[in-house]
Nanobody, 126 residues
Framework: QVQLVESGGGLVQAGGSLRLSCVAS??????????VAWFRQAPGKEREVVSH????????YYADSVKGRFTISRENAKNTVYLQMNTPQPDDTPVYYC?????????????????WGPGTHVAVSS
């Protein structure tokens, strides 16, 4: 079992910056065995992938809506994945979830992820 906990959410002004963290824990955890993704979900909308990072930190994927503004990275020694959010916009506002999977394909789909954190809320003020 893998437990994921997100942190770093909060209120940020549009154009500012925010860094989300996702820390994994679990018995006999080998964090480097997992692809980790950030998803987000706004009220009334489907959960959508924001970014994912492979086992060693590369390759990475970004949704078009965040490409060039957000950066995903991981520190396997700390069982942690980060999402650096630069110049966030009001559309970036929903709840952000960290997710992990052993899968190697279909990584843009939430159904591929077996472990989820409870989420952290990001609010971007204009």
């Amino acid at each position: 079992q893998v437990q994921l906990v997100e942190s770093g959410g909060g209120l940020v002004q549009a154009g500012g910056s925010l860094r989300l963290s996702c820390v994994a824990s679990g018995r006999s955890l080998r964090f480097s065995d997992y692809v980790v993704a950030w998803f987000r979900q706004a009220p009334g909308k489907e959960r959508e992938v924001v970014s994912h990072v492979s086992w060693t930190g590369a390759p990475t994927y970004y949704a078009d809506s965040v490409k060039g503004r957000f950066t995903i990275s991981r520190e396997n020694a700390k069982n942690t994945v980060y999402l650096q959010m630069n110049t966030p916009q009001p559309d970036d506002t929903p709840v952000y979830y960290c997710a992990a999977t052993h899968a190697a394909d279909g990584l843009r789909s939430s159904t591929q992820y077996h472990y989820w954190g409870p989420g952290t809320h990001v609010a971007v003020s204009s």
